[in-house]
Nanobody, 114 residues
Framework: QVQLVESGGGLVQPGGSLRLSCAVSGFAFSLYTMNWYRQAPGKERELVAT????????NYADPVKGRFTISRDNARMTVYLQMNSLKSEDTAVYYC???????WGQGTQVTVSS
């Protein structure tokens, strides 16, 4: 059974940092590109970052460039999203996504507020 389980969300002040994790099971994680998406209240889900199997290619949405870093550990079957210099507009539910299987995690809430 394929599972994607996110963790690491929470409440953080503006300017703070969080690291999200997505633990994967049930498929050949090391062979596939992985994505992070987010969905803010009242808005459509948007792509935040993507990473290829070897980590040689990483792409970011313009609003998070220079602040977020996507990474992966193929041995641990986990993908990460390091989020620095957080802003209130980063508040959203963050999801990891395996595009080849069209499988979503359950999401983790990130709230940036003073």
């Amino acid at each position: 059974q394929v599972q994607l389980v996110e963790s690491g969300g929470g409440l953080v002040q503006p300017g703070g940092s969080l690291r999200l994790s997505c633990a994967v099971s049930g498929f050949a994680f090391s062979l596939y590109t992985m994505n992070w998406y987010r969905q803010a209240p009242g808005k459509e889900r948007e792509l935040v970052a993507t990473i290829n199997p070897s980590s040689s290619t990483r792409n970011y949405a313009d609003p998070v460039k220079g602040r977020f870093t996507i990474s992966r550990d193929n041995a641990r079957m986990t993908v990460y999203l390091q989020m620095n210099s957080l802003k209130s507009e980063d508040t959203a539910v963050y999801y990891c996504y395996a595009p080849v299987l069209r499988i979503w995690g359950q999401g983790t809430q990130v709230t940036v507020s003073s």
